[in-house]
């Protein structure tokens, strides 16, 4: 599955720099980050989602 997100510039400097500092690609960073996230059981998992769907409402409500 292919997925698509758009990080503000600062987020993009921070995976890159992150990214760089571990000697991987940033794609492959954020694969990892994912990757551990849905990892977690599943109420860390839930208590996570609710809160990234809470913080971008708004966004979300623009985009549909």
Do not use: C, T, W
């Not at 600062?10 to 990757?35: C, F, I, K, M, N």
């Not at 990234?52 to 966004?59: D, I, T």
Request: charged letters at 40%; hydrophobic letters at 40%.
């Amino acid at each position: 599955m292919r997925i698509s997100i758009e990080l503000s510039e600062e987020q993009a400097e921070r995976l890159r720099s992150a990214a760089e500092r571990l000697g991987v690609r940033p794609e492959d960073l954020a694969r990892a980050g994912v990757a551990d996230l849905l990892r977690r059981p599943d109420e860390d998992f839930q208590r996570a989602a609710e809160h990234v769907l809470r913080k971008n409402e708004r966004l979300y409500e623009r985009l549909g």
